[in-house]
Each structure stands twice: as structure tokens, then as C-alpha cells.
């Protein structure tokens, strides 16, 4: 059974660092791409960054240069790191796995297996 646990959310001030884990189940080793999301309270859940299983990374405007995502190997745990964080980061971050190759998934619904999530607070 596929399972993934996000770790390491949350509250910080403006300008802080988090780092969130997230552990996958042995289940999860046959996906091709992790990513991480962010949920705003009312919206949907928006891309922040994306690994698949040959390194490739990529990452959505908003990590702004300011989030790197990461992992030792295919069977470790995969990373967010956060600095330089806003307010507007605030949100519950998933992280989530595909089937499919990062740069052949075409949405949400490409990610199959979720997180229950974490929550970030920045706020002064």
C-alpha cells in the first residue's frame, strides 16, 4: 500500500527557514515523480516543486529561487527546504507521487498517492 507522510511543518517568521520530509512506503518506490504542493485556505493545491527518478528537477515560479526540493535516493526521504519564507507561503504543503515521468505530468490528477499534509504558518 502506498503511503506518504509529510513531516516539519510549522510556524515561522517572516524571513525563516522549514525543512519538510516527506517518508514514502516501499509501495511508493515504483512511482516516477514526487512533488510538493501548497494548499491557500478556499484554493486548490498549487505545484512548488517536483523530482523524478533520474534527478530531474523542476520548480514553479513561486519557489522563487528561495525552495530547493531534494533526496539521497530513490528510497529516501524527499525534502523541501524553505528559506526566506512569506507569508504568502502559508498553507498546507502535500507532497505526492505519479506514475508518470515529472515532465509528462500534465496536472493534479497525474499525481496519484497523497499526503495527509503539513501545515506552514508564516507570520510575525
Known amino acids: 500500500q502506498v503511503r506518504l507522510t509529510e513531516s516539519g511543518g510549522g510556524s515561522v517568521q517572516p524571513g525563516g527557514s522549514l525543512r519538510l520530509s516527506c517518508e514514502a512506503s516501499e509501495d511508493t518506490y515504483s512511482q516516477k515523480c514526487m512533488g510538493w504542493f501548497r494548499q491557500a485556505p478556499g484554493k486548490e493545491p498549487e505545484g512548488v516543486a517536483a523530482?523524478?527518478?533520474?534527478?530531474?528537477?523542476q520548480y514553479a515560479e513561486r519557489a522563487d529561487g528561495r525552495f530547493t526540493i531534494s533526496h539521497d535516493s530513490w528510497k529516501s526521504p524527499v525534502y523541501l527546504e524553505m528559506n526566506s519564507l512569506k507569508p504568502e507561503d502559508s498553507g498546507i504543503y502535500y507532497c505526492?507521487?505519479?506514475?508518470?515521468?515529472?515532465?509528462?505530468?500534465?496536472?493534479?490528477?497525474?499525481?496519484?498517492?497523497w499526503g495527509p499534509g503539513t501545515q506552514v504558518t508564516v507570520s510575525s
Open positions: 505526492a507521487a505519479s506514475p508518470r515521468r515529472c515532465r509528462t505530468v500534465r496536472g493534479l490528477s497525474d499525481f496519484v498517492y
Open positions: 523530482i523524478d527518478t533520474d534527478g530531474n528537477i
